[in-house]
């Protein structure tokens, strides 16, 4: 969506929210100034006519504008301007996602009110079933936010959405560019993104990253990561192009534990807790190795501009060796002091592979004066997974305002692994029917074939929605969609699988390119309706691995995303979100009360200038501004009500400034201007997690 930030003369974004602006995140391609400069001199943001661009994770080759679902892209240039290392701070653009982790160091998001991390997908196919990697955006072109239902295309798939992000891949041009950074907390980085063409038919692409960071919380361990990613591709004629992928990840991160409610976002008699305080140990810690390996293919052939052929395929490899202390929590009586932690040691291994295909035909046709553009497809998934605990290990407890550290923890190894085998398969059409100029209509479904460990599920979800441009600059769009994800690896106290998880979604909104691509964006609406959510048994405690399925799960929504071009160097870009999910049948939580982690209003707005000329010609300031409401800190049971508690609202000002020119680039963000203290996210009252205080990172790059 984006070209490599590196290039030279910046045009760059200002962001802010405007009631009807394009994809979250978007921004639009736009030459500096007036005057006459040659193309190479332009740092483009994005490309013009965004709603006239394909999506990738929507798999027809179709304008955005003529698809009938909210689809948000944040592009590589916003993501460079916001010079954003996490996944979390990317999703911060979309409307109708919330971020926000329980633990450092992994990529933890919800759509529309529903949870949907561990989905996460890399060029079409799902990343990592484990999600214990954090992705790496160095190596990514763009980051597609696809809401609603996806399983009609990609079968199991949460009902609120999914991320989909796209590899950098090799072009036929020659450059290099080198960047370091350094930061608040130990922060270092330094990466490289090179492509080489080598004759007229390779080129070759090599994105690779060091980056070590401590942490805000005291006797965290510093993580250290290596990243490389070659990329070949080969056009071998001028319909058939072959590129190999692959990706390596090896990373000790040291993780930083939640605190308890009490002391963060309630009441403690004993005073407030340091955002710096550890529940572990410095002799044990909490650390995760990470050992990932992928590696793939995208093939494409056009038999003639009418038909096509793609085929995606991927195998990856993880190792993790992870250790922690974990609360146990405090006495919450009316004897309780609310400063003592009662705590406990753990280990856990997973030893895990997965293979992935999809393989598609797109065809071009037209029968009796409407136009189609028809995808048949196949894809199949394996996972298979070992996974072995240690036993809990009681250690000493914390008095959490006055800690005293060096408690002995026994030696302990890990109990023999289970294993996990998944498999699925899935069929898939969809057809875009062109019924006139104005008016289109998509319809599909897909059917599945899931499988895990001899239990068997299958599963038909459809697809169909209607588009209507109202004008030449906006568009109308419903939809009906359908969501199903196979449960068979939980299961619950009898060792039975749980049901499916199911999805039903109803969306209508507006997409605008006005005034010359100006202003462009998505409106819509949205209700959500989940079944059978996977939970686990309170009665087995958070870590026994046993769950049961809740009763049914509503969301609805409203959501603006936006881009308002004011001046060709100075954009707004910002979303809005009204999000009411909510429990409406369940025998075991209380009905009525608020999703997890889930605010009813969220803000983001980000806006950048750059001088166009004179003696600061190239200097540039930005600031952004998100907001976050009141939301619930996890969802409680029948017998336990009292135990509802709320994370308050909270806004946050980042601001930046930035200078770029002959191929030169240098970046100052501070995040978290103010230093306010928030808690984003919590997974109950003994797990809350606390939000980054103000941090400085200086990026400087350069393209040769």
């Given at each position: 969506?984006?070209?490599?930030?590196?290039?030279?003369?910046?045009v760059w974004?200002v962001l802010a929210a405007?009631?009807l602006?394009?994809a979250?995140?978007s921004a639009?391609?736009?030459e500096?100034?007036?005057?006459?400069?040659?193309?190479?001199d332009?740092?483009?943001l994005?490309?013009?006519?965004?709603?006239e661009?394909?999506v990738?994770?929507?798999?027809l080759?179709i304008?955005l504008k003529?698809v009938?679902?909210?689809i948000?892209?944040?592009d590589?240039?916003l993501?460079?301007?916001?010079n954003?290392v996490?996944?979390?701070d990317?999703?911060?653009n979309?409307?109708?996602v919330?971020?926000?982790g329980?633990?450092?160091?992994?990529?933890?998001?919800r759509?529309?009110?529903?949870e949907?991390?561990?989905?996460?997908?890399?060029?079409?196919?799902?990343?990592d079933?484990?999600?214990?990697?954090q992705?790496?955006?160095f190596?990514?072109?763009?980051?597609?936010?696809?809401k609603g239902?996806?399983?009609?295309?990609f079968?199991q798939?949460p009902?609120?959405g999914l991320?989909n992000?796209v590899?950098?891949?090799?072009?036929?041009?020659d450059f290099?560019?080198?960047?370091?950074?350094?930061?608040s907390y130990?922060?270092?980085d330094?990466g490289?993104?090179?492509?080489?063409?080598?004759?007229?038919?390779v080129?070759?692409?090599v994105n690779?990253?060091y980056?070590e960071?401590g942490?805000f919380?005291d006797d965290?361990?510093?993580?250290?990561?290596?990243?490389?990613?070659?990329?070949?591709?080969?056009?071998l004629?001028?319909r058939?192009?072959?590129?190999?992928?692959?990706q390596f990840?090896?990373?000790?991160?040291?993780v930083?534990?939640p605190?308890?409610a009490?002391?963060?976002?309630l009441?403690?008699?004993?005073?407030?807790l340091r955002?710096?305080l550890?529940?572990g140990?410095?002799?044990?810690?909490?650390?995760?190795?990470?050992?990932?390996?992928q590696?793939?293919?995208?093939?494409?052939?056009?038999f003639s501009d009418a038909?096509s052929?793609?085929?995606?395929?991927?195998?990856?490899?993880?190792?993790?060796?992870f250790?922690?202390?974990?609360?146990?929590g405090?006495?919450r009586?009316?004897?309780g002091d609310?400063?003592?932690?009662?705590?406990?040691?753990?280990?856990?291994?997973?030893d895990?592979?997965?293979?992935a295909v999809?393989n598609?035909?797109?065809?071009?046709?037209?029968?009796g004066g409407?136009?189609h553009?028809l995808?048949l497809?196949?894809e199949?998934?394996?996972f298979?997974?070992?996974?072995?605990?240690?036993?809990?290990?009681?250690?000493?407890?914390?008095?959490l305002f006055d800690?005293?550290y060096?408690?002995p923890?026994a030696?302990?190894?890990?109990r023999?692994?289970?294993?996990?085998?998944?498999n699925?398969?899935?069929?898939?059409?969809?057809?875009?029917?062109?019924?006139?100029?104005?008016?289109?209509?998509?319809?599909?479904?897909?059917?599945?074939w899931a499988?895990a460990?001899?239990d068997?599920?299958t599963?038909?979800?459809?697809?169909?929605?209607?588009?209507?441009e109202?004008?030449?600059?906006l568009?109308?769009?419903?939809?009906?969609?359908e969501s199903?994800?196979?449960?068979l690896?939980?299961?619950?106290a009898?060792?039975n699988p749980?049901?499916p998880?199911?999805?039903?979604?109803?969306?209508a909104?507006?997409?605008?390119?006005?005034?010359?691509?100006r202003?462009?964006?998505?409106?819509?609406i949205?209700e959500l309706?989940?079944?059978?959510v996977a939970t686990s048994?309170d009665?087995f405690?958070?870590?026994s691995?046993i769950y049961?399925?809740t009763?049914?799960?509503?969301?609805?929504g409203?959501?603006?995303?936006?881009?308002?071009?004011?001046?060709?160097t100075w954009?707004?870009?910002g979303?809005y979100?009204?999000i009411?999910?909510e429990?409406t049948?369940?025998?075991?939580?209380?009905i009525?009360?608020r999703t997890a982690?889930v605010p009813?209003?969220?803000i983001?707005?980000?806006t950048?200038?750059?001088?166009p000329s004179g003696?600061?010609?190239g200097?540039?300031?930005?600031?952004g501004?998100?907001?976050?409401?009141?939301?619930s800190?996890?969802?409680?049971d029948?017998?336990?009500p009292d135990?509802?508690?709320?994370l308050?609202?909270?806004?946050?000002?980042?601001a930046?400034?930035?200078?770029?020119?002959?191929?030169?680039r240098?970046?100052?963000n501070v995040?978290?201007?103010?230093?306010k203290?928030?808690?984003?996210?919590?997974?109950?009252r003994?797990y809350?997690?606390?939000?980054?205080?103000?941090?400085?990172?200086l990026?400087?790059?350069?393209?040769f």
């Amino acid at each position: 969506m984006g070209t490599l930030i590196g290039l030279t003369r910046p045009v760059w974004t200002v962001l802010a929210a405007s009631l009807l602006g394009s994809a979250a995140g978007s921004a639009l391609a736009q030459e500096a100034g007036t005057n006459d400069r040659p193309e190479e001199d332009i740092i483009v943001l994005a490309k013009r006519g965004m709603m006239e661009l394909s999506v990738e994770g929507a798999k027809l080759p179709i304008p955005l504008k003529e698809v009938p679902q909210s689809i948000a892209i944040i592009d590589r240039a916003l993501l460079d301007s916001q010079n954003v290392v996490e996944l979390e701070d990317a999703l911060r653009n979309a409307a109708g996602v919330t971020p926000g982790g329980y633990f450092e160091g992994f990529d933890y998001y919800r759509i529309r009110g529903f949870e949907a991390q561990g989905n996460t997908y890399i060029d079409g196919l799902r990343a990592d079933q484990t999600f214990w990697v954090q992705e790496e955006l160095f190596g990514m072109e763009s980051v597609e936010v696809l809401k609603g239902p996806p399983s009609a295309l990609f079968g199991q798939a949460p009902a609120g959405g999914l991320v989909n992000l796209v590899s950098k891949r090799p072009v036929q041009d020659d450059f290099v560019f080198a960047q370091s950074s350094i930061g608040s907390y130990d922060y270092f980085d330094a990466g490289l993104d090179a492509n080489v063409q080598v004759g007229s038919r390779v080129a070759v692409r090599v994105n690779a990253l060091y980056r070590e960071r401590g942490s805000f919380v005291d006797d965290v361990d510093v993580s250290h990561r290596y990243f490389i990613a070659p990329t070949v591709t080969f056009f071998l004629g001028d319909r058939t192009q072959l590129t190999l992928l692959s990706q390596f990840i090896d990373e000790k991160n040291g993780v930083a534990q939640p605190l308890i409610a009490e002391g963060t976002v309630l009441p403690n008699p004993n005073g407030r807790l340091r955002r710096s305080l550890s529940i572990g140990e410095p002799d044990f810690g909490s650390v995760s190795k990470i050992d990932r390996q992928q590696v793939g293919y995208e093939l494409k052939h056009e038999f003639s501009d009418a038909l096509s052929f793609r085929s995606i395929g991927r195998a990856g490899w993880i190792d993790v060796d992870f250790h922690s202390i974990y609360a146990l929590g405090i006495d919450r009586s009316g004897e309780g002091d609310y400063r003592t932690l009662d705590r406990f040691a753990r280990k856990q291994s997973v030893d895990a592979k997965s293979i992935a295909v999809d393989n598609n035909l797109i065809a071009k046709f037209s029968t009796g004066g409407i136009r189609h553009t028809l995808i048949l497809g196949q894809e199949y998934y394996s996972f298979d997974q070992l996974q072995a605990f240690g036993p809990f290990r009681v250690i000493a407890p914390l008095d959490l305002f006055d800690p005293v550290y060096g408690s002995p923890i026994a030696d302990f190894d890990l109990r023999p692994p289970s294993k996990t085998e998944d498999n699925r398969f899935g069929l898939y059409v969809q057809d875009h029917l062109k019924i006139t100029d104005r008016l289109s209509v998509l319809v599909g479904g897909r059917y599945d074939w899931a499988k895990a460990d001899g239990d068997k599920e299958t599963r038909f979800t459809p697809r169909v929605g209607l588009t209507y441009e109202l004008t030449d600059d906006l568009s109308a769009f419903l939809s009906y969609a359908e969501s199903f994800t196979p449960q068979l690896s939980y299961l619950d106290a009898q060792d039975n699988p749980l049901p499916p998880e199911l999805g039903v979604s109803y969306e209508a909104g507006l997409k605008a390119a006005l005034f010359g691509d100006r202003i462009t964006g998505t409106v819509a609406i949205y209700e959500l309706t989940r079944q059978n959510v996977a939970t686990s048994d309170d009665d087995f405690g958070p870590f026994s691995g046993i769950y049961r399925a809740t009763g049914e799960q509503r969301s609805r929504g409203f959501e603006i995303d936006g881009v308002f071009r004011i001046t060709p160097t100075w954009e707004v870009v910002g979303s809005y979100s009204y999000i009411d999910a909510e429990v409406t049948k369940d025998i075991d939580y209380v009905i009525g009360q608020r999703t997890a982690n889930v605010p009813k209003h969220m803000i983001n707005l980000w806006t950048k200038y750059i001088v166009p000329s004179g003696p600061l010609e190239g200097f540039g300031a930005n600031a952004g501004i998100r907001y976050q409401g009141k939301q619930s800190g996890g969802l409680v049971d029948v017998f336990d009500p009292d135990l509802a508690f709320d994370l308050p609202s909270f806004t946050i000002v980042d601001a930046g400034l930035s200078y770029e020119r002959a191929g030169f680039r240098l970046h100052a963000n501070v995040a978290n201007l103010f230093d306010k203290r928030y808690f984003p996210a919590s997974t109950g009252r003994d797990y809350v997690m606390p939000g980054m205080p103000r941090t400085y990172r200086l990026t400087a790059g350069y393209r040769f």
